[in-house]
């Protein structure tokens, strides 16, 4: 495999982007109120294949349950909807969820078992939603104290019952979210000594000054992982929550981050390309290396006729202009997991962002390339 795959997606800026088990469809929020499924066609390339008409406001966010096969998409019209597929039909079904809430709805995640999801929204609260047989609809329960403004990320423990959420008021927290109406039956852990019910908080942290764009547990969930709008990037471990590893960068605010192992991670954001950072079992973080490859220079006498049309279509000039060296011409606004090693390592992952395109980086391909990376 290259070091990395492109596609121009789309001319809109993307706002989520998800794949389904065997990496043959691909969920995209373009910025508009409908989402967009796309089929890999044999050419590798992704294709619209179907489109899903429920919201009647911009979609923010989507993901895809891979194990049962069912997508979740929440927009500003403070709504979310399950989308489960009909075989008989061959089209996607909505499902009624019952979010409750009075501003829009900002970011949705399925939860590990995907037995539940969490949608963060305007409205200073947390929405945990599960399934009601009864009457065929998925329910939701608040998280609201202490939030204070906008959820911009969530993110689920691997244990399937532990939340971490970052917000517009500076803070990154870790919420108990085990749910007695599913009986669960959760275990303790550094980030929950004693067993708490629904809701409560387990632990907070400062992000400076800067809203929380994005944050992860680590594959073991032992470290927990967040970028803010102040251009730093901080780490804690579970084992030492009084003690928070924070680097302030020089460089625009990252926007997503995604673990690769338990010792590194990918993040990126308005500088338009992905970095990775090293962490050490502490908690501990240090720069690791720039996985954006520069673009070799091009002039514009070698382009062809159609070619220097297409240019006129897209940039609305054939001349040269600023040229960005990097993949990415806008902000990346997401990171997924594209595939993973036995071990549950990350051996290739997913940026989309404000530009339309897709890119697909291979990690040993790029172990191969940078001298300096290290994962």
């Known amino acids: 495999m290259s070091i990395n795959i492109q596609q121009q997606l789309f001319f809109e800026p993307i706002s989520g982007h998800a794949f389904n088990a065997d990496l043959t469809q691909l969920v995209v929020s373009d910025s508009s109120q409908n989402t967009k ?11 619209e294949h179907k489109t899903l008409m429920q919201h009647i406001e911009r979609v923010t966010s989507v993901d895809w349950a891979p194990k049962s096969n069912r997508i979740v998409t929440c927009g500003g019209d403070r709504n979310a909807y399950v989308w489960t597929y009909d075989e008989k039909s061959d089209e996607w079904k909505p499902g009624l969820v019952l979010l409750r809430i009075n501003r829009a709805a900002t970011y949705v995640r399925w939860s590990p078992k995907e037995d539940r999801f969490a949608v963060g929204s305007g409205a200073r609260l947390l929405s945990v939603c599960y399934f009601d047989p009864e009457n065929n ?3 939701s329960k608040h998280i609201k104290k202490p939030i204070r403004s906008t959820i911009l990320c969530v993110d689920w423990h691997p244990n399937n019952y532990l939340l971490a959420v970052g917000s517009c008021d500076f803070k990154c927290r870790v919420f108990a979210s085990a749910l007695k ?3 669960d039956q959760p275990e303790t852990s550094d980030w929950m000594p004693k067993l708490s019910k629904f809701g409560t908080l387990l632990a907070e942290f400062d992000s400076n000054s800067g809203w929380v764009h994005g944050v992860q547990f680590s594959l073991s969930g032992g470290l927990l992982g967040w970028v803010a709008h102040d251009c730093s990037v901080n780490v804690v471990n579970a084992a ?6 924070t680097i302030l960068t020089n460089i625009l605010p990252y926007m997503s981050l995604l673990w690769l192992s338990d010792s590194s991670f990918v993040v990126a954001g308005h500088s338009n390309y992905p970095d990775v950072y090293n962490v050490d079992p502490s908690g501990q973080v240090k720069y690791g290396a720039k996985l954006d490859v520069k673009k070799s220079a091009s002039t514009d006498d070698n382009l062809s006729a159609r070619a220097r049309f297409q240019k006129l279509d897209y940039q609305g000039t054939d001349e040269a202009g600023t040229q960005l060296d990097t993949i990415h011409l806008n902000a990346v606004t997401e990171l997924r997991a594209v595939s993973r090693a036995p071990d549950n390592t990350v051996t290739a992952f997913s940026s989309t962002g404000k530009d339309g395109k897709l890119v697909i980086w291979d990690i040993k391909a790029l172990c191969k390339s940078i001298a300096s990376l290290k994962i």
């Open 137 to 139: 609809w998925w329910i």
């Open 181 to 183: 109406e599913l009986q």
């Open 240 to 245: 030492n929550q009084a003690k928070v590893y």
């Open 37 to 47: 499924i796309l089929k890999k066609d044999a050419s590798g390339k992704y294709k």
